[in-house]
């Protein structure tokens, strides 16, 4: 398991676990954007440094942004002992349901939801980008579209962990939000999850990339909620939601409670902030205090996350809770970074 503490770069504590005036303007504060130049990969939490690694595999031979982001998440998508793909925790009725969109350079997109019983939903959502005529496909018409495009039919079985956990939740079957921050010991239907270990893991992989060529792409895979209710879709398999891209401005991805996130169409309003010339962290703190202003005092119930990347190399996130991480990747740059928060 990876060490999470070799890889943080630096802890950004605010506010000492009380709100910041969600009126007062980024320009108060100074930023000093960090640039990394290309290419570069970030993607969320920590489960992003073996993605980013996937990634690189792609961008550190000159390929393409596009190629980078399906690698890296296809790593998180095949780990069983992970949140994002078919070893993660089921929806309320004990099915694993999946959701996952990309985005590239030249602005299509692809998107599958509601997704049963196949390992790699974001190559699903690549084929119906490049192959279909649409954007999005949910449901058993997503997984016909899979197996007619040669996606092998995976059996329907919990992995261990996630039958474990499906068998806690169902002593009480609560339906209320926990936060999604790590040392989160809760097991309610938006519990994150956990590692044998007790380590914890995340339901969502978000990536954005820049190739050597500049060119930016995203993509973004999740197992959604844990027990979530059956049909339910997050912001993840959205586009301009759980990701966007805008190959003159940027590209920014979320994680967290996706209701929030399609609230204010969360990536989007990061590259749309990032246009006005704000830089990728200022971008992510303003639409976290869009989520703050809207949820008011819930909004200590919820964890949301971005990261964003701009065109000129700078990166950076946010978070509404403190305990969101990201990683970075580039050529000699191998990090995990805590992101400031509001709270
Ligand atoms: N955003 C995901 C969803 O709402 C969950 C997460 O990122 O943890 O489905």
Redesign the pocket.
């Known amino acids: 398991m990876f060490n999470r503490r070799k890889f943080v770069e630096a802890s950004f504590l605010s506010s000492l676990g009380t709100f910041i005036n969600p009126f007062k303007t980024s320009s108060e504060e100074e930023f000093i954007p960090p640039v990394l130049g290309k290419p570069v990969v970030l993607s969320t939490w920590d489960t992003g440094i073996a993605a980013n690694k996937g990634a690189w595999e792609v961008l550190g031979k000159g390929g393409r942004a596009l190629d980078a982001v399906e690698a890296g998440v296809m790593v998180t998508e095949s780990s069983q002992n992970c949140c994002v793909g078919l070893g993660a925790n089921p929806d309320r009725d004990g099915f694993v349901t999946l ?1 996952a969109c990309i985005m590239d350079e030249f602005s299509n997109c692809g998107s599958v939801a509601f997704l049963e019983r196949i390992k790699h939903p974001i190559s699903v959502a690549r084929r119906v980008m490049e192959k279909t005529p649409h954007v999005m496909l949910v449901g058993s018409g997503a997984q016909q579209f899979a197996v007619a495009e040669g996606f092998p039919l995976e059996k329907q079985e919990l992995s261990p962990e996630a039958k474990q956990a499906y068998e806690n939740w169902l002593k009480k079957s609560e339906y209320k939000p926990v936060v ?1 921050i790590e040392n989160t010991k809760s097991h309610g239907p938006f519990a994150p999850q956990y590692l044998e270990n007790g380590e914890l893991n ?3 992989i978000g990536m954005i990339a820049m190739d050597a060529k500049g060119n930016l792409s995203g993509s973004c895979t ?1 197992s ?2 844990g027990f979530k209710m059956r049909g339910r879709l ?3 398999p959205i586009i301009g939601a ?1 990701l966007f891209v805008d190959n003159e401005i940027g590209a920014a991805t ?6 929030d ?1 399609i609230r204010i169409a969360g990536s989007h309003t990061v590259v749309e902030l990032m246009r006005q010339g704000l830089s990728p962290e200022q971008a992510c703190k303003k639409a976290v205090e869009r989520i703050l202003r809207i949820k008011k005092d819930k909004a200590k119930e919820i964890q949301i996350g971005f990261i964003a990347i701009k065109k000129n190399g700078e990166y950076g996130g946010y978070a509404l809770q403190k305990g969101f991480s990201f990683a970075v990747k580039t050529g000699n740059v191998e990090k995990l970074v805590q992101a400031k928060s509001l709270i």
């Open positions: 959701d999604n995340h339901d969502t999740t959604g909620m997050g912001d993840s759980g979320a994680t967290g409670q996706g209701e996130v």
